[in-house]
């Protein structure tokens, strides 16, 4: 016996490894054979540009079969077959996912990992790549992952919780220091963090998460939490509940205009690597995610998928901004093309607790992408409008576009969403990456079509950019 299948911690054990069922009997969902290799039928559940990434890499595997997506989009359909199940239908979900007999589901987005999907899936013997819904609360529930990091000394902002709007609204008007973060406990589609600039901008900020409801039950609680300064890192990390591995650092661009100016947004551009980040940050940030899944797993949580951890590089060090439990988006759509290893590969080896065999391997080019959004996002904005020249841009070396916010009406491509694409381009440097990225923007139209112009433009200036 090798030992890897024997004797595993106790942190990998409760879910369904791959082949397997609840029974306890091999093969109960089989294959499907192409020629002497067995294709994996897979099923992506959700709509966006991270899934989009997420098959296209899935599809380079020798494993991989069949490929399905649910919701998924109009670019995604030339890539996968899709099925119209909205991501948070739980039971529709899986029940397709039986009947179809899946050999394996990545579930990709925030809502339906929380909503306890994996949990659903593993009942019906059908493994997943993704944490279960006691996993899922290190991003559903803000203040359980605020606690956690207090409880373990994980280095965060300091904060308080509250779930009385009349004791919040007496917090803010005794604190005396501004600016501060506001953020609502649950999930509110990456848009769920105010900055306060002013006491009077707290008080706005509380009222439209508690009273207002804006983010509906996820504003039940907020965090009130003091302003960090410094760049934003991501670091995404695939984790088996024992073993972390690293994923390629990158950077988002959250803010919806040029100059980081205007409302948070689901994400304008991202790059890969971070050149800014030192050796010893990088260090510290891999400790935190290695620390984070141990303690998780000392609360009797067993973390399997990806982990992302939001990090602000303060003069005092590395600080957690925020855990997700899912791929980000839109780092996926630069951290996954410089992926060498085989996605399936590692994938079941995060479900089955045999990540500890398998290392990371990354291109050495660079990664930059461009989003470009509807006019008027992230407030109201139309749809339906064509879109042509992707092919173009696509007919360019080393540049890909992910589908987020599109559909097909009438043979023809069009905007459904208020972040339409993702344009990704590799480079052997970054400026290089950079500009190929915006070249291939320029050959894309629709009507309404908007994109910041400033992607990496700090970065590349140097960690100094921050200090001015």
């Not at 902002?157 to 220091?177: Q, R």
């Not at 020249?389 to 905007?415: K, P, R, S, W």
């Not at 459904?416 to 139209?445: H, Q, S």
Request: net charge negative.
């Amino acid at each position: 016996e090798s030992g890897h299948s024997i004797a595993r911690p106790a942190a990998c054990g409760g879910r369904v490894p791959p082949q397997r069922t609840v029974l306890g009997e091999t093969s109960a969902v089989p294959m499907h054979r192409e020629g002497a290799i067995m294709k994996k039928k897979i099923l992506v559940v959700g709509g966006g540009g991270r899934e989009h990434a997420i098959i296209k890499a899935l599809k380079k595997s020798p494993d991989c079969g069949e490929i399905w997506c649910a919701p998924g989009n109009g670019g995604i359909s030339y890539d996968a077959k899709c099925k119209n199940i909205k991501s948070t239908d739980v039971d529709t979900m899986v029940g397709f996912a039986v009947e179809e007999k899946f050999d394996y589901v990545v579930v990709a987005q925030d809502d339906p990992l929380a909503l306890g999907m994996v949990d659903a899936l593993a009942k019906a013997g059908i493994p997943a790549f993704g944490p279960d819904k006691a996993a899922a609360r290190i991003e559903a529930s803000k203040v359980f992952s605020k606690d956690l990091m207090k409880k373990y000394g994980i280095p965060t902002a300091k904060y308080e919780t509250f779930d009385d709007p009349a004791k919040v609204m007496e917090y803010i008007k005794a604190e005396g220091k501004y600016p501060v973060v506001i953020k609502a406990d649950g999930l509110a589609l990456g848009k769920g963090v105010l900055i306060a600039e002013t006491r009077e901008d707290a008080v706005a900020a509380v009222e439209s998460i508690m009273l207002d409801r804006a983010f509906g039950d996820s504003g039940n609680q907020v965090v009130i939490e003091e302003f960090l300064t410094g760049p934003e890192v991501s670091v995404l990390a695939f984790t088996d509940g024992k073993t972390v591995r690293p994923m390629a650092t990158s950077q988002d661009h959250k803010r919806a205009l040029e100059g980081d100016k205007g409302p948070n947004t689901g994400g304008m551009g991202v790059y890969s690597p971070v050149p800014i980040v030192t050796d010893e940050e990088h260090a510290t940030m891999v400790a935190v995610m290695e620390q984070t899944v141990a303690e998780l797993a000392a609360e009797g949580i067993d973390y399997r998928g990806c982990l992302y951890g939001g990090f602000m590089l303060t003069p005092a060090g590395p600080r957690v901004l925020e855990f997700n439990a899912r791929f980000g988006d839109p780092e996926t759509q630069v951290v996954l093309p410089r992926l060498k290893n085989d996605l399936v590969e590692v994938m079941l080896a995060c479900a089955n607790c045999e990540l500890d065999q398998i290392e990371l391997d990354w291109r050495d080019e660079w990664a930059v992408a461009v989003v470009l959004t509807s006019a008027g996002y992230p407030g109201s904005y139309e749809k339906g409008k064509v879109i042509t020249g992707i092919e173009d841009a696509e007919a360019m070396e080393n540049v890909t576009v992910y589908h987020a916010g599109t559909a097909v009406v009438d043979g023809q491509l069009v905007t459904n969403g208020g972040r339409v694409l993702a344009v990704t381009a590799l480079g052997d440097t970054f400026e290089n990456a950079r500009n190929l990225a915006y070249e291939a923007c320029e050959k894309i139209d629709f009507e309404g079509k908007t994109l910041r112009h400033d992607i990496g433009l700090r970065a590349l200036r140097g960690r100094d950019a921050w200090d001015a």
